[in-house]
């Protein structure tokens, strides 16, 4: 029988435990072993950001990350987002702004769209259009439909700053 | 296959179990994981994860040295306030870095050992005349060599890390008054880019004359390349139209690259010619 390893980390705010093996990618184990989907597997190479997650405060590519290096962290996904009660801020601008077409890169879009935000608040420098379009770089839309993106994500940071 | 999977927490512990031989290192995996799924490379019977080694993180100096850990992610690199203020070139590199997911996980050991002749942070650090500091475990303690790093690269994906080695961390000397340097990189795109040709020149410009000259290319040699014999052309030299013109032709002369899919070589040719002009006119304008 081949190698598993069994680690132990947070996941959306809940403890849990799984056995993987050693070379499975961080979404594949999101997507295989807890049923996690909204991050997707796509390039595989780290071009594309559809399956991006939140580890300890940091986002990634999950197709680049090692499972076993989850071990003792805290992992967020997009399914960790909001809550039963609703949508959490983001979610929402991105729904109201109609920022989705196919909507398949939408999950990884949003989670780096949140860490941008996170990243800059409380900075004095004011986030602009061009701060949002950076941070969200490593991100692709094949559908190209970035300018209702970038409309959403700058609702957010103006909701924010006047609350 | 893997039979055997380890997690050491320092460095003394990894240096013990590479010593054992047909180990493959993770860190970030951002370069590992595209290169094992594509066939390029296989993993050996041991995984060693060294993330945990927490003695390999963080950026500090003393005695006028810095030292960056090899575990120090790029992002880390991008954010240091110290870096930004004394060594700004090797943050403008950390930002060029491909994608803030990406820079989140990379890490400085993995971009150097990776020997990428296009690897971002190599030129910036060559630059410094940084050194890389190799651990590995003999006669049962840890024993430490220090090679330049103008001497690690020995071609494309290629260093003169031996087997059982571990680069634990980048050293350099806080530069010289006056110091300035600059970063430049080109590809079709600014994110994810792995470049066409990129240029770091540094220098002391002192009363017109130019002194410490130090450039280094990436993407147009089998490795990361310092050319030397154009800083010679450089050195102790005043900064003019006509000696401007010399350096381009030197940098041409010492450039080898090749035609590949992101640029022909005559293309890299010219784009080295336009680089370091427009990087000594920075450092002139400084």
Redesign the interface.
């Known amino acids: 029988m ?2 598993e ?1 069994e680690i132990g980390f947070t996941l959306n705010g809940r403890p849990v435990k799984v056995r993987v ?3 499975m ?1 961080a979404v594949s184990m999101l997507r295989e072993k807890f049923d996690l989907t909204g991050g997707k597997l796509a390039c ?4 594309c ?1 559809a399956c ?1 997650v939140k580890i300890d405060n ?4 999950s ?4 499972a ?2 989850c ?1 003792g962290r805290e992992v967020q996904t997009i399914e960790g987002l909001g809550s039963v009660k609703g949508l959490e801020i983001m979610q929402q601008a991105f729904v109201e702004h109609g920022a989705i077409q196919c909507g398949y890169c939408m999950p990884g879009m949003i989670m ?1 769209a949140r ?2 935000v996170d990243q800059n608040a409380g900075n004095e420098h004011k986030v602009t259009r061009d701060d949002i379009a ?2 969200l ?2 991100n692709v839309c094949r559908c190209s439909g970035y300018t209702k993106v970038v409309d959403a994500v700058a609702a957010v940071v103006l909701e924010e700053a006047s609350t | 296959m893997i039979e055997n999977y380890s997690v050491p927490s320092s460095v003394a512990e990894a240096a013990q179990l590479l010593q054992q031989g047909d180990a493959t290192i993770v860190a970030g995996g951002t370069d590992l994981t595209p290169q094992t799924e594509a066939g390029a490379r296989t993993f050996a019977s041991h995984l060693v994860n060294i993330q945990r080694i927490e003695e390999m993180r963080g950026i500090s100096t003393s005695d006028g040295r810095f030292r960056i850990g090899g575990l120090t992610t790029v992002t880390e690199i991008l954010e240091s306030k110290i870096l930004a203020e004394e060594i700004p070139v090797l943050v403008e590199a950390a930002d060029h870095f491909a994608s803030p997911q990406i820079r989140n996980a990379a890490t400085l050991a993995g971009n150097l050992c990776n020997a990428s002749p296009a690897g971002d942070m190599c030129i910036p650090l060559l630059l410094l005349d940084a050194e890389v500091e190799l651990a590995s475990w003999v006669d049962g303690s840890v024993a430490i060599r220090s090679v330049p790093l103008a001497e690690f690269f020995t071609g494309p994906g290629k260093t003169v890390l031996q087997a059982g080695e571990l680069l634990v961390a980048v050293e350099f000397r806080q530069p010289a008054k006056g110091f300035t340097a600059s970063f430049q990189k080109s590809g079709p795109r600014p994110a994810l880019e792995i470049s066409t040709v990129s240029m770091g020149l540094a220098a002391v410009l002192q009363d017109g004359l130019l002194t410490g000259v130090r450039i280094a290319i990436g993407a147009v040699a089998p490795t990361p390349l310092r050319a030397t014999a154009t800083e010679s052309t450089l050195e102790g030299r005043a900064l003019d139209e006509n000696m401007i013109s010399s350096a381009v032709q030197s940098v041409q002369q010492e450039v080898s690259p090749i035609d590949d899919v992101r640029a022909s070589a005559w293309y890299r040719k010219h784009l080295t010619g336009v680089y370091i002009r427009r990087a000594l006119s920075h450092v002139a304008g400084n």
């Open positions: 081949s190698l390893i093996p050693p070379t990618t595989g190479e780290g071009e950001g991006t940091r986002t990634i590519n197709c680049l990350m090692f076993v290096d071990d780096q860490y941008v950076r941070g770089e490593g």
